[in-house]
């Protein structure tokens, strides 16, 4: 059998790779508590029914605070089956499963989709719970019915508590029977620390790099690797029916280049959906603005607006700094709010109550 959560948490402590945080020690007995049950050997007999799984957990609490570090741990830890997903992508992948059963005449779209995802799986692990599509807050309810219902065990993290999900959404009413499941089914746990160890490791450190050069992508590859982990895959946002893809994402964090965001058609919907995803954004190759690529640098003026508002944390590599990005041409007046706004999104501050 696998250590436990706590025997590993304490043995990483102890050799200098993570710095012991109480409030990560007080949420580890509640993914021990399922780890343990899971292990529990199952009696089998003809007259004997299966033990209901253990109660899930929903560990929720601000940005940094260790939640997907903790939740990524405990997956390694498990002997049984087990996904870890970012719960936007998983979403993604039930729509798609779901619309495939629809257009196969199915008359229940749900029950199957969920039943491939149960039959693979004992614990599913979701990173960053946040519903603000319709088209998931209609469909999560049956789905999460028929997950727990298959004996699935759930595990995830958000920024929230359960009561704000789908805060203010459209037709909020028909969700609320999803919250009451997650607080029945689930543990609610905050982790209250008033330590951000995600803006620790970007605290005083440089975020705009000017000019985009072999100095500049090394020290990207090098935030990258710290924020990521080391590990990353890729997120497609669906807005309005459209696909928007984010070649490198983890953790919260995405890694796109300006051509990505700005070199498509995209609009202030594509950029307010990724705002309201990432929680920092490494942004390479801005190049020089101008005539040339007048549409390019209005896009890039309407996605700064968009991760200003949402307090993203932004990390740059540019052809200039942000005051001569633009220097000639129709906009060139009006990009000065934007290169205001990027100057003040390279403060240590910045993106701290995201």
């Known amino acids: ?166 805060k203010d959404g459209l037709n909020r009413q028909l969700f609320l029977p999803f919250i009451a499941l997650l607080k029945e089914q689930m543990v609610v746990h905050e982790l209250v620390s008033a330590k951000d160890y995600r803006q620790d490791r970007l605290q005083g450190a440089q975020s705009y790099f000017s000019p985009a050069n072999e100095a500049s992508r090394a020290a990207i590859e090098s935030i990258w690797q710290d924020l990521s982990g080391g590990k990353e895959g890729t997120l497609t946002l669906t807005v309005k029916g459209r696909e928007v893809e984010l070649p490198r994402f983890a953790n919260g964090v995405a890694r796109v280049s300006f051509f990505d965001l700005c070199g498509k058609p995209l609009g202030p919907a594509d950029y307010l959906k990724l705002a309201e995803t990432v929680r920092v954004l490494i942004l390479e190759n801005v190049p020089q603005l101008g005539r040339s690529n007048f549409n390019e640098a209005k896009r890039f003026v309407t996605l700064i607006d968009a991760l200003y508002e949402a307090g993203t944390k932004l990390i740059v590599t540019a052809a200039a700094e942000p005051e001569f990005l633009y220097l000639e041409g129709t906009g060139a007046f009006e990009f000065e709010r934007t290169a205001s706004r990027l100057r003040e999104m390279q403060s240590e501050t910045w993106g701290n109550d995201a």
């Open 1 to 166: 059998m696998s250590k436990s959560m706590a025997e590993v948490y304490a043995e990483r402590v102890a050799s200098g790779a993570l710095m012991q945080d109480d409030v990560q020690l007080a949420a580890i007995p509640q993914f021990d508590r399922i780890r343990d049950e899971l292990n529990q050997p199952v009696k089998r007999g003809f007259f004997r029914k299966a033990p209901p799984p253990p109660k899930g957990l929903y560990l929720w609490g601000g940005v940094g605070r260790g939640k997907s570090m903790l939740m990524d741990m405990f997956v390694e830890t498990l002997d049984v089956p087990a996904r870890r997903v970012h719960f936007h992508a998983f979403m993604q992948e039930i729509q798609s499963g779901v619309h495939a059963e629809r257009e196969k005449g199915t008359e229940d779209p749900i029950k199957p989709v969920a039943k491939a995802v149960s039959d693979a799986v004992k614990v599913l692990a979701f990173d960053e719970m946040q519903i603000t599509d319709i088209a998931d807050a209609m469909i999560v309810g049956r789905l999460f019915e028929q997950l727990f219902a298959a004996g699935c065990v759930v595990v995830t993290t958000s920024n929230r508590i359960p009561d704000d999900l789908y």
